[in-house]
């Protein structure tokens, strides 16, 4: 992966522009619709038959509504049994005081049962949402790190680290929560609103109005905040990975050169973004209810007042129980899907970049199974066939490669063949191609054009076959956390480790003086002698990593390059001792390290200008004779 950015990280990439209402409601519910689009049909059935019940629950609420306004009708009758009240052309009776009572209970338990259903049911579809939240982020995961390198060189790591972490919350947990809610809450909304016209049309008509124009005027002046603060948000957090990213991995030399501040500074700046974002989005979270309870009950002081202006405050307690009951229901949907509309607008912007890495995740699965379909002629090594390989051999055939973004080609025609139990070396100019080579036979991108193969086998599906076969120690090995033994067994469950196997590659890679200084030697925590370990012996770990396998090749590149000599000693004695079992590759500047080599590769600009021993080449090739002179080497 390439390094960290300093810059202002890609944070919305396919994220839109400033639209008009009509073209941010399209685009949500493009959104949406995309999010949907992920799912399994088994997680649509799942998700969508519980937001129908939770939707239906809400008839609850207007039963409890229509009871509310006939205890409020019989009450007024039992008041004044003179004048009774009519209700749709029905003559509500005098009713006794248990009677009244029996129907408070009912209203009561009518409420309480809507409200524990829809919290259970609120529960399930969050639960539900965010089981598949964490498989999609498993299965973008899975996409960057199983696929080849050039896929996860598209991205920087605040952006990958963004994307399974936020991205995908917000595609699925984020828009498809706030979509339960919309059809929950709207289905509410019209419920009510049809009450509401069969009590009264006219009574109806003016409140549709009142809470339209509110939420017109809230939508109006919080919706350009919430999506600046969004953005701020997941662009604020980005640049906090980013800047503790650069910060660790450069903390000796920011340190020496008394620079903590200027990255101090920036992480600072960071976070506060962050902070302020969240404060702001907390705020605009809250303020809708306090304006719709106000407005609530001013339209309620306003409509009881008017009836009583009137002289029909007697005949109008049904509509004003009716109307007072759905109006606080109508304020408890309406605050959830406003918080539902205006949060649903920032997380399209964030949600951008889990739906790119899953619609590509899709499109590698199709491709991968038709090219499986077809790949009936290359059978996979067996365990037993693998142990009757031998040593592994190496062809590029005009090999050409050109990495993304670039005209400029990495590798160009590059015909190298190295033969079973070689010990091959690949020397020449930084940028020359020599780790591009060492891409190509790992399998971790694939060439244009021309075949790479290793005994006979793509190196992808070599490797993805039959692990193990193939092993490499890169100039810095990475060090996970762990014992050293969990470092060595890399990727195996501690439970699982062959300690046999790790004792043969500790010895293999001249560890076992250093092992015996540890407390509990192999069993020791890299955590507590990570700071500790020099180059040489994080080297050798990562050397003895590759040998755990018991590979049949190994690349190393520029594996020695920061070793003092001593430790380059060890790392060649340990590859000579492997003899002509192990096919070896090694990529080194420092020609003390390829001297000894069947084969040497001379590549420059892309392509391989010369190969043979070193002695040959020295005498022939004018660049590796201006090495040795540079170097003051001797044979």
């Known amino acids: 992966m390439r390094t960290s950015k300093l810059s202002t990280p890609r944070v919305a990439r396919g994220s839109t522009p400033s639209l008009s209402t009509r073209g941010r409601l399209l685009t949500m519910i493009a959104s949406i619709r995309r999010s949907l689009s992920f799912l399994s049909v088994r997680e649509r059935r799942s ?42 052309g029905f003559e509500l009776p ?38 598949i939240d964490a498989e999609k982020s498993a299965q973008i995961t899975r996409y960057l790190f199983t696929g080849n390198l050039a896929r996860i060189q598209t991205l920087d790591r605040g952006e ?16 498809l929560g706030n979509l339960s809610t919309f059809v929950s809450e709207g289905l509410l909304l019209l419920l009510v609103a049809a009450t509401f016209l069969l009590i009264d049309p006219v009574a109806a008509i003016c409140v549709f109005v009142y809470f339209g124009a509110l939420i017109l005027v809230i939508q109006g002046v919080i919706s350009r905040l919430l999506k600046k603060a969004g953005i701020d948000a997941s662009e604020g957090n980005m640049e906090s990975v980013l800047a503790l990213d650069d910060f660790l991995g ?28 969240g404060g702001m989005l907390n705020f605009l979270g809250g303020m809708p209810r306090y304006v719709v309870e106000t407005a609530l009950m001013l339209g309620v002081v306003i ?99 050109t990495y993304p973004g670039s005209t400029k080609r990495a590798l160009d025609k590059v015909t190298m063949r190295v033969a079973p139990g070689q010990h091959a070396a690949i020397i020449g100019p930084s940028g020359a191609g020599k780790t591009t080579i060492v891409d190509l036979l790992l399998g971790l991108i694939e060439p244009e054009s021309g075949k790479a193969s290793v005994s006979g086998f793509a190196p992808r599906f070599l490797t993805d076959k039959h ?58 925590s890299v955590g507590k002698q990570g700071d500790s370990l ?8 990562g050397l003895a990593r590759a040998l755990y396998e018991q590979p049949k090749l190994i690349i190393l590149d520029e594996a020695t390059s920061a070793l003092d000599a001593t430790s380059e000693a060890f790392v060649a004695q340990s590859l000579k001792n492997l003899g002509s079992d192990v096919t070896v590759i090694v990529i080194a500047h420092r020609l003390s390290t390829v001297q000894h080599s069947d084969v040497v590769f001379v590549v420059e600009s892309g392509t391989v200008r010369a190969s043979g021993t070193f002695s040959e080449l020295r005498k ?10 540079l170097m003051s080497f001797d044979e």
């Open 47 to 88: 998700y969508f038959t519980l937001v129908v019940f939770r939707a239906l629950s809400g008839i609850l609420d207007v039963v409890g509504i229509a009871l509310t306004g006939l205890l409020t009708g019989l009450a007024a009758t039992n008041l004044d049994s003179g004048k009774p009240l009519v209700i749709l």
């Open 94 to 131: 005098s009713v006794s005081p248990t009677t009244l009572l029996a129907l408070v209970l009912a209203v009561l338990v009518v409420f309480a049962a809507k409200a524990v259903i829809a919290v259970s049911l609120g529960r399930a579809i969050a639960n539900r949402l965010a089981q």
């Open 160 to 175: 990958i680290v963004w994307t399974v972490m936020g991205s995908t919350s917000n595609a699925f947990a984020g828009l």
């Open 250 to 277: 450069a903390f000796r030399e920011i340190t020496v050169f008394e620079k903590q501040e200027y990255f101090l500074r920036k992480f600072s700046l960071a976070r506060k973004r962050v902070s302020f974002s």
């Open 303 to 401: 409509f009881v007042g008017y009836q009583f202006l009137t002289g029909q405050l007697a005949t109008g307690l049904v509509t004003v129980g009716v109307f007072l009951t759905g109006g606080v229901r109508i304020m408890a949907a309406l605050l959830p899907l406003q918080n539902a509309a205006a949060v649903a607008k920032n997380q399209v912007e964030q949600s951008a970049m889990a739906h790119r890495l899953l619609a590509e995740a899709q499109e590698f699965g199709a491709a991968t199974s038709a090219q499986a379909s077809h790949a009936g002629n290359e059978e996979p090594p067996t365990a037993k066939m693998a142990s009757e390989l031998g040593a592994l051999g190496v062809v590029l055939d005009k090999v050409s490669y």
């Open 467 to 524: 692990p193990g076969l193939v092993s490499y120690v890169p100039q810095n090995p990475g060090l996970v956390s762990g014992t050293i033994a969990e470092n060595i067994a890399l990727g195996i469950d501690p439970a699982e480790i062959d300690y046999d196997k790790v004792d043969l590659a500790v010895t293999a890679a001249f560890l076992e003086d250093f092992i015996r200084t540890l407390p509990d030697g192999v069993r020791s």
């Open 534 to 541: 020099s180059g040489g012996q994080i080297q050798r770990i």
């Open 620 to 629: 022939t090739v004018p660049m590796v004779a201006e090495y040795v002179k």
